[in-house]
């Protein structure tokens, strides 16, 4: 990850240029809750390098190097939907439809068509099934179901309307943190700050703390949105994900992790983007990133 000081400044000025533009997408992309779909490759969707069918020729995975999303085994489905019904029912309604038994259309959200990486994200992050349905936003706590359990759940749903994304495994080795660090900065830090400790939104809301996610959680938020976040698809690629999580997972929850990461220079560009964010600080910045290396 060694960069010509003409590559760093290159790459800065098209940060630049690209975060208006970018940050306006993701957040208008963010109020229409619309199923995931976009046409660029590598995005999460079946659209991707490698497509594994089954002999029936449903999809069983998908994806590249970066990441693998696996569909959960239809074979899961009968299990799952005992699952569902004992856990999810009484709010979700039986046919996962939103419409609880007493026919209260609209009380609770509906879940058939989201995506396996949804369910499973708000199962095995805790948020579901929920202890307080009345609470502003759900919050993460230790799961109540396994990930067999959520795997099985997320089987059934998806037997209703088979969707995606699917749950992914994203594949570390290769990612590049310096990359990665820079997407934070770009497409999360405003609300989860450039630290990953998390803050405050509009009415009561908050983005949550970044510290100790498992990665296969972070590409699950990235890809699906939960609750006021937005769900960042076709502008982000796997491959950039992947960095995006190599980020968060390996470098802002071990912050002091001493060398082996190549991150040099990453603390002082992070400390940065702070400065670019409140308004000063931007040409001393650019000098800085420029500089560092002569
Ligand atoms: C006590 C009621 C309750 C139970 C039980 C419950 N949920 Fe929820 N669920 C909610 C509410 C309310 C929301 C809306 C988000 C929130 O908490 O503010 C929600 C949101 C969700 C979402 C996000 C939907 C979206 O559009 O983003 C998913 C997925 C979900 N639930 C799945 C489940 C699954 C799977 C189970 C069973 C393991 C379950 N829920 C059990 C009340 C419940
Ligand atoms: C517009 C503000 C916003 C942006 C931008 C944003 N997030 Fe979020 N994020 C949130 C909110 C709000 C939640 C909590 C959702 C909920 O629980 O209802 C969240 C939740 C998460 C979670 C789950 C944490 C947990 O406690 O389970 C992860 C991981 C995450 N975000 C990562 C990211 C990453 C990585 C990016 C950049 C690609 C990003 N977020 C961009 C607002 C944002």
Redesign the pocket.
């Known amino acids: 990850m060694k960069m010509s000081s003409r590559a760093r400044l290159g790459l800065l000025v098209g940060i630049l240029a690209a975060a208006p533009l970018l940050s306006f997408a ?2 208008a992309g ?1 109020s229409s809750q619309t199923p995931y779909q976009t046409g660029a490759a590598n995005s999460g969707t079946p659209k991707s390098s490698t497509v594994v069918k089954g002999p029936g020729g449903s999809i069983v995975s998908y994806g590249n190097s970066a990441i693998t999303y696996t569909v959960p085994s239809p074979a899961l489905a009968t299990l799952g939907q005992s699952l569902y019904l004992e856990n999810c029912a009484s709010c979700h309604g039986v046919n996962a439809n939103g419409v609880p038994a007493d026919g209260t259309s609209g009380a609770y959200p509906n879940l058939v068509g989201l995506g396996s990486a949804t369910i499973d994200f708000w199962i095995e ?1 805790g ?1 579901m099934p929920a202890a307080n349905p009345r609470s502003v ?2 919050e ?1 706590r230790t799961p109540r179901l396994t990930h067999d359990q959520a795997v099985a759940i997320a089987a059934w749903i998806n037997s209703l309307d088979p969707s995606y994304p699917a749950i992914p495994t994203p594949h570390l080795s290769g990612a590049n943190v310096a990359d990665g660090a820079a997407l ?1 900065a770009l ?2 830090a ?3 700050t450039i630290e990953g400790d998390g803050d405050a ?1 509009a009415q009561g ?4 703390s ?1 510290r100790n ?1 498992p990665a296969a ?2 590409v699950e ?2 890809r699906t949105g ?5 769900r ?1 698809t076709g502008n982000l690629s796997d491959y950039q994900v992947r960095d ?1 999580v190599a980020y ?1 997972t390996e470098y802002l929850q071990h912050p002091k992790n001493p060398g082996g990461l190549g991150l040099g220079g990453l603390g002082p560009v992070a400390e940065g983007f702070v400065g670019l964010l409140i308004g000063v600080g931007l040409l001393a910045l650019i000098g800085y990133w420029v500089g560092e290396r002569q």
């Open positions: 993701s957040v963010a992050s948020r936003q759900a993460r934070f497409n999360c405003a609300c989860h939104l809301t908050y983005a949550p970044l996610i959680q972070v938020a990235i939960p609750g006021n976040m937005p960042f995006i968060v």
